[in-house]
């Protein structure tokens, strides 16, 4: 599932510009625009990618090292078999956080966890009047906590899109001051992420360098 790499990537690109220059990273991407790509496309293939920015060691080393190694951690539940994502990067946090502190957004994200639905559909489900409902579906998808599923046929013979929450189960865990977020999501969406992927090959690397 594809949205959930995109949220990743949102919120890696929101933390780069907060710890790189503006000037450094202006550079990083005329270099790869130069090449046909943009910034956000070197993370799913980021080890590979360092060979190509080569000039960019230093703020590479900060993305690697303060960015993605410390972004999430992938765990597995033994006894049931869920997929837990515990999420570290603090702009991820807090938008999973105002997300499920809108009870109407909460309302909606419930309902459509396991089967996906329209938004009339979700909105009368919910309570939800259209005005305010359209809103925060809208900001929902732009933020790509909900993602389209297909389309179906309403009762007046017309298609409508599907809609699905990524996030099956959500989980707050508070350590004196520090925040972390555990999100549940299923095997397929686990598998299908390349940035996951990357950011799990980053962690290993690294912990298999202390150990030596």
């Given at each position: 599932?594809?949205?959930?790499?995109?949220?990743?990537?949102?919120?890696?690109?929101?933390?780069?510009?907060?710890?790189?220059?503006?000037?450094?990273?202006?550079?990083?991407?005329?270099?790869?625009?130069?090449?046909?790509?943009?910034?956000?496309?070197?993370?799913?293939?980021?080890?590979?990618?360092?060979?190509?920015?080569?000039?960019?060691?230093?703020?590479?080393?900060?993305?690697?090292?303060?960015?993605?190694?410390?972004?999430?951690?992938?765990?597995?539940?033994?006894?049931?078999?869920?997929?837990?994502?515990?999420?570290?990067?603090?702009?991820?946090?807090?938008?999973?956080?105002?997300?499920?502190?809108?009870?109407?957004?909460?309302?909606?994200?419930?309902?459509?966890?396991?089967?996906?639905?329209?938004?009339?559909?979700i909105l009368e489900r919910?309570?939800?009047?259209?005005?305010?409902?359209?809103?925060?579906?809208?900001?929902?998808?732009?933020?790509?906590?909900?993602?389209?599923?297909?389309?179906?046929?309403?009762?007046?013979?017309?298609?409508?899109?599907?809609?699905?929450?990524?996030?099956?189960?959500?989980?707050?865990?508070?350590?004196?001051?520090?925040?972390?977020?555990?999100?549940?999501?299923?095997?397929?969406?686990?598998?299908?992420?390349?940035?996951?992927?990357?950011?799990?090959?980053?962690?290993?690397?690294?912990?298999?360098?202390?150990?030596?």
């Open positions: 599932m594809r949205s959930l790499d995109q949220i990743i990537v949102n919120a890696i690109m929101h933390t780069i510009k907060k710890e790189i220059s503006s000037k450094d990273l202006e550079d990083i991407e005329q270099q790869l625009q130069n090449c046909g790509m943009q910034m956000a496309e070197i993370f799913y293939k980021f080890p590979e990618m360092k060979k190509s920015l080569f000039r960019f060691t230093d703020d590479l080393k900060i993305i690697e090292d303060e960015i993605l190694k410390d972004f999430l951690i992938v765990e597995q539940d033994l006894k049931t078999s869920e997929i837990w994502l515990v999420i570290k990067n603090q702009y991820l946090i807090e938008l999973i956080l105002k997300t499920f502190a809108d009870q109407d957004k909460k309302a909606i994200m419930d309902l459509i966890r396991d089967e996906p639905e329209t938004i009339p559909k919910c309570r939800i009047p259209n005005t305010s409902g359209y809103r925060k579906m809208n900001q929902l998808i732009d933020e790509k906590m909900v993602v389209s599923t297909g389309l179906a046929e309403t009762f007046e013979g017309k298609r409508a899109i599907l809609y699905r929450s990524i996030v099956q189960r959500i989980q707050i865990l508070i350590n004196g001051n520090e925040i972390i977020a555990k999100i549940s999501v299923d095997h397929e969406t686990l598998n299908s992420s390349e940035i996951i992927r990357t950011i799990t090959e980053i962690n290993q690397g690294k912990a298999k360098h202390l150990a030596n």
